[in-house]
């Protein structure tokens, strides 16, 4: 487990990335980093379920997946509604592979836990400027994906509280 190293991560993002290339060039930087957030999420958990023996870890890496793969759908069909163009498939693997786990000397469960942590308070953060954003109703799917902000905070905020609760349960050596 701890011989995992960020190539595989990598690879795996890459690998499984099949729902970036329904999306085209970018336009919205709430909405590319809100997908290639949603994606790393997705695929970070993935390799929970394969890596992890903890039935805490892999109970919220699979809330993760269902959670944030519901969101990511939400996501592309505002987006399609609305002519907003997101990032290939290139371009979201990229901006994924800056927000997966960054193994350091710690098991893989405090490194996943950690990284749940830090990507969800970054999340959260983007999600509250957005669902906080004046809306301009000249720009295209501005109030609605300043509504799926709203919408999407409580449950981010949860995710954030139990991944806490799962920090606290497998801290860092």
């Known amino acids: 487990m701890d011989g995992f190293n960020l190539r595989h991560l990598a690879l795996a993002v890459a690998l499984s990335c099949g729902m970036g290339s329904a999306f085209a060039a970018t336009s919205n930087s709430f909405v590319d980093d809100a997908a290639a957030g949603g994606i790393a999420e997705i695929e970070t958990s993935r390799l929970a379920l394969e890596k992890s023996s903890s039935a805490d ?9 269902t959670d944030h793969g519901k969101a990511n759908d939400e996501l592309a069909s505002i987006a399609k509604a609305n002519d907003i163009k997101v990032p290939d498939e290139t371009t979201l693997v990229k901006q994924a592979k800056e927000k997966i786990l960054d193994m350091r000397d710690e098991s893989f469960d405090a490194a996943y836990a950690n990284n749940q942590v ?42 954030l509280a139990q991944a806490k609760e799962l920090q606290a349960k497998h801290p860092s050596k």
């Open 57 to 65: 870890i892999k109970a919220f890496a699979n809330m993760m997946i």
């Open 118 to 159: 830090k990507a969800h308070e970054e999340t959260i953060e983007l999600f509250k400027k957005e669902a906080n954003t004046v809306t301009d109703d000249k720009v295209k799917g501005a109030p609605e994906l300043k509504a799926f902000a709203q919408k999407m905070l409580p449950a981010l905020e949860k995710h």
